[in-house]
């Protein structure tokens, strides 16, 4: 079946540091990927998105591959931010209504 | 901008009690969603709608059932709230039509508690 795995955290990084948060999906057909925020107290909303393979998403600085070869959709930030504490979802979609969320990674980032 | 609240931001319950959490949608999506969020576990699916008075099971919809009369509404009925249920309740909505993959925009969530 369908599934996404994505790194445990807490990640911890200073200001300005780089990030990269691991997302790798099992799916049959051509899914759709996605990353998911979540900042304290709110609901989730969508960070990027990438639908076909060699896609690249990105928004506010976050970026992410859509690698097909390696299964794996892993989000980047060149200089993360405190306003980037959050918890961050990768997701995937194959169209029949239902999407895939992974467990979630929060990120705390330290001034 | 899409706009999807939910009735209560907090809410405690009784064992036994009926709890009805509701939700809004203002940009006439086809699809609804109640996940439930806790730690370690993310977002399961309980129930999903993709048209008026339709509704399908999620992974999770022993102890739920669900309510969509109009297409802006889709409402989560615990029809005797048990402590078990305690989580954080999320309501989501697509723009749908068949074998679309869709961005899902999320209301703020419902912190169920159940003594």
Known sequence: GNSVTQMEGPVTLSEEAFLTINCTYTATGYPSLFWYVQYPGEGLQLLLKATKADDKGSNKGFEATYRKETTSFHLEKGSVQVSDSAVYFCALDTGGFKTIFGAGTRLFVKA | ?115
């Open chain 2, 1 to 115: 901008d899409v706009k999807v609240t939910q009735s209560s931001r907090y809410l405690v319950k009784r064992t036994g009690e009926k709890v009805f959490l509701e939700c809004v949608q203002d940009m006439d999506h086809e699809n609804m969603f109640w996940y439930r969020q806790d730690p370690g576990l993310g977002l399961r699916l309980i129930y999903f709608s993709y048209d008026v008075k339709m509704k399908e099971k999620g992974d999770i919809p022993e102890g739920y059932s669900v309510s969509r009369e109009k297409k802006e509404r889709f409402s989560l009925i615990l029809e005797s709230a048990s402590t078990n249920q305690t989580s954080m309740y999320l309501c989501a909505s697509s723009l749908g039509g068949s074998g679309r993959t869709d961005t899902q925009y999320f209301g703020p969530g419902t912190r169920l508690t159940v003594l």
